[in-house]
């Protein structure tokens, strides 16, 4: 049997086809910040921004338009933190969806009360995310210490909190982008 090529295809169902392949990622991202500046699509043979690259997609299908416009509303409701709105839409439209769709919402729906705690809190745990990701990184790049005194030492440099006999030591980055130790006296400097 011949597995089916790009050659198989017919001219608009073509089109449609290399449209998919090369412009995915475009119908994840929120519709607010594509960007105006113009490039080459070499789906569609001309320059266009890629607000214009979206709009030439959507007509191909109304199921992927109709997902498209709930996921750019849920999106909006989402960042701009407004639980009311985000699960009133994911409630109204849980009966048409099909099944990926539905076992999202559904799940939406079972984790309810920390999602919208998420969105009313003002707590987040990126600041810790980041420091663990900093430690892994020091780890990774520092092949070992003899000492574990002088690995909690180059974290604490790194994260700016490493006091040494009344003066504050910063870790920053040079100008070639390695990072420096700048010794500062009772003020804080940036580097």
């Known amino acids: 049997m011949i597995e089916p090529t790009v050659a198989h295809f017919e001219t608009d169902t073509y089109l449609v086809y290399i449209a998919f392949q090369k412009h995915t990622s475009l ?21 266009l921004p890629l607000r214009e690259v979206v709009k030439k997609i959507l007509p191909f299908s109304e199921e992927l338009r109709y ?21 009133d839409l994911i409630e109204e439209h849980l009966d048409t969806m099909n099944k990926e769709c539905h ?9 309810k009360d920390y999602i919208i705690n998420a969105l009313e809190l003002p707590y987040s745990n990126a600041k ?4 663990n990701k900093l430690i892994k990184d020091i780890k990774r790049q520092a092949f070992g210490f003899r000492k574990f005194k002088n690995f909690k030492t ?13 003066v504050t030591l910063l870790g920053c980055l040079s100008k070639t982008g390695k990072r420096q130790i700048e010794r500062t006296g009772t003020t804080l400097s940036r580097c």
């Open 128 to 131: 810790l995310e980041a420091t």
């Open 154 to 166: 180059k974290i604490l440099i790194a994260l700016n909190t490493k006091r040494v006999r009344g």
């Open 27 to 47: 119908l994840h991202k929120d519709s607010r910040n594509l960007s105006l500046k113009t490039f080459y699509s070499r789906a569609f043979r001309q320059t």
């Open 67 to 87: 997902y498209y416009d709930l996921y750019q509303l849920l999106l909006f409701h989402f960042q701009e933190k407004q639980a009311s709105h985000f699960f």
């Open 103 to 111: 076992t999202v919402f559904k799940s939406f729906l079972r984790y």
